[in-house]
């Protein structure tokens, strides 16, 4: 190719374009010229001229031909990396109206790369041969999917010690990577607004802010299954909001069936009747409030861990959830063997009005800490701790065995 060429070709590609776009347009345009000659003569996108996409004679518009990897939930309908990827890399769009709620917030973008089989040692950039790989390149739906498999490419924030290979699939979550996997790093942050607008009916299936092995993550999908509560919008359920009274008192009449007893509560007097009031009544009518007289319980209020484990003993007597039996020291802390009685949490007074509801909290699993941990029972209760709570309440559960760590071999 003649250096006129070449400068004609470069002259094509955007000059602001991101690594990743660089790379596409120079891959187009060398493409175009190849099935297309008349490329260089007529003032046509590269895109234009090419018909055929790994083999598939597809729109230029089509997914097939832009460049971009598939979203994972188009593959396998869970937004997360799928068995035989690990998580490579992180790119964000700023201010994205996908993850905002009172204001814009980023949208990040996560990389699945295929992991390697038999590779012994990693290229430049922690990249093994596709060879080395089961990565096999297409576009699996034909033109109305993007590539999978294709793009030996990664940005390298995450699994900095482990070799991959293409790119499998991408993920999207308005959850920090850092906090998704806990082997990606804050930096380098890159952005790119090619894919601002990049979207999929199935990444809407599900809460976008909740990471998959978060501790909470099964309550809230237990909870949202059963219909006793929903997100903050349809698609973020905002697991580090605040709950007041008011949506804590409608979740708990949710649980119960959502049946209302009547009752004359001095709560009445406190505020105006609302949608909730069903809810209000219903624990004023069954004595499910805290310790403190019912008319001090404000709609509005926050709601403490004192009182939420208080409310969640008092629900135990009307509901027909089955509790054990009353615990022995062992069953409450079985790594203390020599224990003759249960320590109290250091914040934990004697006497205090929550102190038997925080016992029985412990007992059960509600509660997953214990002494010498302090309770905190001032400490406000979040959507995603009240997703636990209830769900421990109706579910104790079982013991699991620890994780093993896994053997890495480092490429840096």
Known sequence: MSRKLVMRV????DRHTSRRGFLRSLVMSATAIAFAPAYLVRPIAAEAAIITCLGLRCSHWSACCDGWTEFCCRLTGENTCPPGTVVGGWWKVNNSSFCSRDEPRPRYYIDCNVTCVTARRCRPGGLCRRSETAAWCRCPDGCDTRKVDCVQFRYGQCNQHTCVGPI???VVTCVP?????????RWPALTSEATRHHDRPCLHDWFNDVPPNAFYAGAVRWMSDRGIASGVTDD?????????WEHFATLLWSYAGGSATPSTSPLDEAYARTDYEEAVDWMAGNEVVPGPPARYLDPANHVTRAEA???LHRLAAITNTVSREDPTPEDLYPERELITERPPFPDVADGA??????DWAAAQGIVW????DPFHPDQVVTRSEAAVYLHRFHEPPAPTAAP?????????
């Open 10 to 13: 470069s002259s094509l590609v």
């Open 177 to 185: 990577p850092w906090q998704w996997d806990p082997t990606c790093r």
């Open 404 to 412: 093993q760590p896994e053997s890495i071999e480092p490429w840096m």
């Open 168 to 170: 499998r699939c991408r």
């Open 309 to 311: 484990v208080t409310v």
């Open 353 to 358: 009005w929550y102190g038997e509801a925080v």
């Open 369 to 372: 800490w214990s002494p010498p």
């Open 236 to 244: 973020l359920f905002g697991p580090d909001e605040p709950v007041l």
